[in-house]
C-alpha cells in the first residue's frame, strides 16, 4: 500500500506464522498476516488497529525475507485503544516497511490497519538577511586616533541583530601599533549598520603600511555572515 493516509481491512481466523518469523511485540501470537507499506515521501509513519475485534500485536519491519526481517517498531497494546496497537517510526521515501499484524497469544478476529504518513516538514529556507564587514584604513599620524570599520546588512531587519567581532595582529602589531579588542556590535532594528572602533597608536617612525584584521562571528537575529573579515591598513605617513 502506498497512500499517505488510508485503511484496510483483513482477517486473521485460520493464519498461521510463517517458518522462522519472529514473535511480535514480544509475544508469541500464532496467527499473523502481512502488510507492506512503502512511503512516497520522507516523514512519520504511524500505524493502528484501531477498529480491530480482538488483542492485536503489531510490528514494523525492513527485510526482503522472513529470515532477514530487522525490526523497526512493535507494540502489543497502546494508551487510548485498549487492546489495539499503535507503531510510529520515522520513514523514509521509497522504502518498504513490512508489517505484521498478529493476535496476543494466539488470538484472532476481523483487522483494520490504519496508517498515516506525515512528510517531514522542508527545511527553513537560508536566510535572507547577511551581514559584512568593510575594509578600513587611516593615516598613522602622530597620536592617538581612531579606525571606524563599518558593519552593515544587506537588508533591514525588522529585529536587533547583534555579532561579535575581534581583532588580530598582521604586520601591524598590539599594542604599538594598535589595541587589540573584541565584544559585539549591534544593529538596532530598522537601522542597516554599525560601527566599530578601534584605537590605533600613532608614532614618528618611518615604516611600510601596517595591516591587522577585525573577523566577525556569531551573528544572531537571523543573519548570516557574508563578509566576515576584513582588514585594517594603517598608511604610514612619517
Known sequence: VGPASAS???TTIDATKE?????????????????RI????????????AGSNFDTLLAAYTG?????????AANDDTTGLGL????????????????????????????????VVAAA??????????????????????????????????????????????????TAVSPSDYTAKSGTVSIN?????????????GDRVKEPDETFTVTLTNPTGGAVLARAIATGTIRNDD
Open 8 to 10: 484496510t481491512t483483513g
Open 19 to 35: 517458518v522462522g518469523e519472529p514473535n511480535h511485540a514480544g509475544n508469541s501470537g500464532g496467527r499473523s498476516i502481512w502488510y
Open 38 to 49: 512503502t512511503p512516497a515521501s520522507n516523514g512519520t509513519v504511524t500505524i493502528d488497529t
Open 64 to 72: 526482503s525475507s522472513v529470515s532477514l526481517l530487522t525490526q523497526v
Open 84 to 115: 489495539q496497537s499503535r507503531v510510529q517510526f520515522a520513514g523514509t521515501a521509497g522504502v518498504t516497511y513490512n508489517i505484521a499484524v498478529d493476535g496476543y497469544g494466539g488470538a484472532s478476529g476481523a483487522v483494520t490497519l490504519n496508517w
Open 121 to 170: 516538514p522542508p527545511p527553513p529556507p537560508p536566510s535572507s538577511l547577511s551581514v559584512s564587514i568593510a575594509d578600513a584604513s587611516i593615516l598613522e599620524g602622530r597620536k592617538k586616533q581612531t579606525m571606524s570599520f563599518t558593519v552593515s546588512l544587506s537588508s533591514v531587519s525588522a529585529v536587533k541583530v547583534t555579532v561579535s567581532y575581534a581583532t588580530a595582529n598582521g
Open 189 to 201: 532594528a530598522g537601522a542597516t549598520s554599525a560601527v566599530v572602533k578601534i584605537s590605533i597608536i
